[in-house]
């Protein structure tokens, strides 16, 4: 209680909302090709545009989920979801992010954001989510 007054009376709403927020502030989504974990050289560039874009990243803990979409058996799908967000891990450790910062969470064919029966939302779902958290520690 006491910390909610003093960010109340030291920073203004906005940025009190900011704090207070659990929504994450910047995501970048990387696409793959069915039964695919290669990142392209498109999305390799955009990523790394991506995480050089943001000021202060060391001020920043990086949550990856990756994502399949059905078709395979869910093992299948789980484990080309760990190497999706392993390829996209690695490309953030070459961009010097301490893995100390970065937390992973692998969903494989569940929890699709896109509806998995077409195949526009097939599409959508193979994907890496590269989320940046920004730390409020005080």
Known sequence: MRFVLLLLI??????????MSSEPQ???????????????ELQRQELIEFIKSVPDIKNFTITVHSYTDDI????????LSELRSQAAINELLRLEISSDRIEIHDFGEFNPIY???????KIRNRRVDV???PDYTL
Not at 10 to 19: D, K, M
Not at 72 to 79: D, L, T
């Open 26 to 40: 910047l995501t970048k989504s990387i696409y793959f090709g069915g039964g695919s974990y290669y990142i392209d």
């Open 115 to 121: 509806d998995n029966s077409t195949w526009e939302g």
């Open 131 to 133: 989320i940046l958290w």
């Open 10 to 19: 030291l920073f203004p709403n906005s940025l009190l909302a900011q704090v």
């Open 72 to 79: 395979g058996s869910p093992e299948y799908n789980q484990r």
